[in-house]
């Protein structure tokens, strides 16, 4: 039977690489690498970086690249769109590992930060079993995602006694406003500053950029006094570096 693992990489850090992580990435024979139009050359480097490093026997494994279907964008409505991307996507993955994962081999798929953390890996993984087309087994293995990378770097609990946390887009919170009966919410894959927009309310933010990276950086304050400073050095970093990736807790100041 083949094997496949999916493999969270940790958000930034190669020391976020845990050791059962380690154990699992020594174990395979195939790794594969789908590489985004647009991914950064920071993110690919640290893929490198590593197998490297962790990998004892660089002769023990190869690695196979194809290139990630493109997703459609301006056409369709956004959930269409990633429904056809990621039929795609899974009709690569389907013959990738029928033709590259012999029987009794394991491949892998490293994933930024944690798998289940809007990774769309085990939903691909999820179709290909579901139709059939290919047999095999696999294994999740748990990284530190973006938001643990948050909360530690602001050394802060994410939640407060007792309360919940939501995770959710900078897409959701534009759409609906920061979530009722929720008081710590945290945002990712926000592109547009929402926070930015919300200025009226009582909130703190905690912000975080390239978490776990030479580059990260680190704001928190009240979101009235800190959105603008966030909104430049945001801007700045972007600039600089070329792309950007940016996760915030906004909190209810409790009075
Ligand atoms: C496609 S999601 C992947 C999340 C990932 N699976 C995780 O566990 O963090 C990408 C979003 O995660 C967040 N993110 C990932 N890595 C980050 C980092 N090092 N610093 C800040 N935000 C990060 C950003 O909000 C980014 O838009």
């Excluded at 769109?81 to 892998?108: F, K, M, N, T």
């Excluded at 973006?146 to 939501?166: C, D, P």
């Excluded at 979530?179 to 926070?195: E, K, N, S």
């Amino acid at each position: 039977m083949r094997k496949l693992y999916v493999i969270g990489m940790g958000a930034g850090d190669p020391e976020y690489m845990t050791a059962q992580a380690i154990r699992a990435l020594n174990e395979i024979d195939v790794l594969f690498v789908l590489q985004k139009e647009e991914e950064q050359q920071d993110l690919v480097e640290l893929r490198r970086v590593i197998c490297e490093r962790f990998i004892d026997d660089p002769e023990s494994y190869r690695v196979v690249e194809a290139p990630d279907p493109p997703r459609e964008r301006g056409t369709a409505s956004y959930r269409d769109a990633v429904a056809d991307w990621r039929r795609r996507r899974a009709d690569l993955c389907v013959r990738l590992i029928r033709d590259e994962v012999g029987d009794g081999e394991r491949g892998a798929f490293l994933a930024w930060g944690d798998p289940a953390l809007y990774d769309s890996t085990l939903g691909v993984i999820q179709d290909i079993l579901a139709r059939g087309d290919v047999a095999f087994e696999y294994e999740v293995v748990p990284g530190i995602s973006s938001v643990q990378a948050l909360a530690a770097g602001h050394r802060i609990a994410l939640n407060r006694v007792g309360g919940a946390v939501q995770v959710t887009t900078g897409r959701r919170l534009a759409d609906s406003g920061m979530p009722a009966g929720v008081d710590d919410v945290v945002v990712m894959l926000d592109a547009q500053q929402t926070f930015a927009e919300l200025g009226d309310e009582d909130l703190d933010i905690y912000w975080g950029a390239y978490l776990g990276t030479p580059d990260e950086i680190l704001v928190s304050g009240h979101l009235s006094d800190v959105a603008e400073k966030i909104v430049r050095v945001r801007a700045e970093a972007r600039t600089r570096k070329g792309w950007m990736f940016d996760t915030y807790l906004l909190r209810r100041v409790r009075r």
